[in-house]
């Protein structure tokens, strides 16, 4: 399990386990992320609620994929920026999900979180795996900066690893 006491995180950035508190900003930060529903020929309050039950929907989903999640909220000083999901799985921590606020996007923030969980990762020898969409090149070239591998390929998804320095190759069956 993964102690978020001794994540080392960059100054002014702090994870958090989520509470029902913060589910208003959670929704706000899931409808930032979906410009793509801006672009529907459609009034701002239709899009607004399309985008709140999408936000449901997803949420719902989460819930059923991986009931074990665990849901924090990642702030800067003392600002909430973000969102992370992660999966503690038996041989894997899955982060499911990782979004920030448009203004906290290409600020270094992101890069902070993550490698503060892949530093974990190699305290505990357990490799961190994520998916991203096929076409978002930048997010597959970010996590490849950061040392995510190409693990595997499920359409629409591309799966990412990165393994703990002290399990330098992967073991294939």
């Keep these: 399990m993964m102690d978020f006491n001794a994540l080392s995180l960059p100054a002014g950035l702090h994870v958090r386990p989520s509470t029902p508190s913060d589910q208003p900003f959670l929704e706000l930060l899931y409808k930032s992320t979906r410009t793509d529903l801006d672009l529907i020929a459609a009034d701002n309050d ?12 997803q949420t719902a989903s989460y819930e059923e994929q991986f009931p074990n999640a665990m849901y924090f909220v990642i702030q800067h000083h003392d600002q909430k920026v973000g969102r992370v999901i992660l999966d503690f799985g038996s041989t894997e921590i899955l982060v499911v999900d990782i979004s920030f606020v448009p203004e906290a996007r290409n600020k270094g923030l992101g890069s902070g ?18 998916s991203v969409l096929q076409e978002n090149i930048a997010a597959k070239a970010f996590y490849s900066q950061l040392g995510f591998i190409h693990d595997e390929h499920r359409y629409p998804r591309d799966y990412l690893v990165y393994y703990p320095s002290t399990q330098a190759t992967r073991v294939t069956a």
Excluded: Y
């Design 46 to 57: 239709f899009i607004e609620e399309l985008k709140g039950s999408q936000f449901a929907a």
């Design 113 to 130: 979180v993550m490698r503060s969980f892949m530093h974990v990762s190699d305290q505990i020898r357990t490799p961190l795996k994520l």
